[in-house]
């Protein structure tokens, strides 16, 4: 098998030029650079650089190999890299849990950032309101959640407030009878079905008057909004850029509201390095 260090120097002959340089960058012998791009040659039968000029240059063969090698060397890199994060204590898996009230250039910018720190780490992003997001990081499913800020946590959470707020307004669908009001009341709302958010594990925590669909997401909300089912509270982000063709906004006393968004994670299951740099990065 190749070792790292021959592969090494291949690849710096070929990148600084020359073996003498080569040997310059390592910190080491021309000779033993040399010597290793020929032990290179011998395993891989191939001739890897054209030695009849003053200065050796790649072949067509060593081309080919020496961007096999750098793959190889890269990857090598990337195995070490998350050898040391691990016995460091950085998770295996970072799960970040977000609702659809929440739309962020802050977190979008985080990912990117992340993705640097991070390269090679898994980053795993779920979508869930209310109370199941809070049921998520409880049970430790998500080291980080993103939430629509409620009026009390539970004793083993931990939070902070975002330092950004979002829009929810009430919409139909265009074609809804509702939509051909100026302004709407209470009374005009009853008198229409309600499509409203209902976490999975507990549906009943509100109940609305009169006819209701329900779902957990704000998205399948929408869809049935669109479909003419009835009027729905939602995120004006999520429908300016999923919906803003077939919705219309009701004008109606008391919306739209802003809501603020809180980072909430558990004292029981606290995040790691990664989950905290996020979290840091969240909060700055």
């Known amino acids: 098998m190749v070792s790292h260090e021959v592969l090494t120097a291949f690849v710096q002959a070929a990148v600084q030029g020359s073996f003498s340089a080569a040997a310059r960058k390592l910190g080491k012998s021309q000779s033993t ?30 081309h080919v190999m020496l961007q096999r090698a750098e793959d190889i060397l890269a990857a090598s890199h990337r195995l070490e890299l998350a050898a040391s994060q691990l016995s460091a204590g950085v998770e295996a898996k970072l799960t970040v849990a977000i609702s659809d009230t929440y739309q962020s250039d802050r977190f979008e910018a985080t990912l990117s ?126 429908v300016a850029r999923f919906g803003a063709d077939k919705l219309q906004e009701l004008k109606v006393r008391g919306w739209p509201r802003l809501v603020s968004v809180d980072a909430v994670w558990s004292k029981r299951h606290p995040p790691g390095p990664a989950g905290s740099w996020f979290l840091g990065k969240m909060l700055e």
Request: hydrophobic share 45%; with cysteine.
């Open 33 to 62: 650079i040399s010597a290793a791009v020929a032990s290179l040659e011998i395993d891989l039968d191939l001739v890897l650089f054209d030695r009849s000029s003053r200065k050796p240059t790649l072949t067509p063969a060593g």
């Open 113 to 238: 950032a992340f993705e640097l720190r991070y390269p090679d780490l898994e980053l795993e992003c779920l979508i869930a309101e209310c109370d199941d997001l809070i049921a998520l990081v409880q049970q430790g499913r998500a080291h980080v959640a993103f939430a629509e800020t409620p009026s009390g946590y539970p004793p083993d959470l931990t939070w902070a407030t975002v330092d950004e707020r979002t829009e929810i307004a009430l919409f139909v669908s265009r074609l809804h009878p509702l939509a051909e009001l100026e302004t709407v009341d209470e009374q005009a709302l009853r008198r229409h079905r309600q499509l409203r958010l209902a976490t999975i594990i507990n549906p009943y925590e509100t109940r609305a008057q009169g006819r209701v669909w329900s779902a957990p997401s704000y998205l399948m909300l929408l869809e049935m909004a669109q479909g003419g089912f009835g009027w729905a509270s939602l995120p004006r982000w999520l």
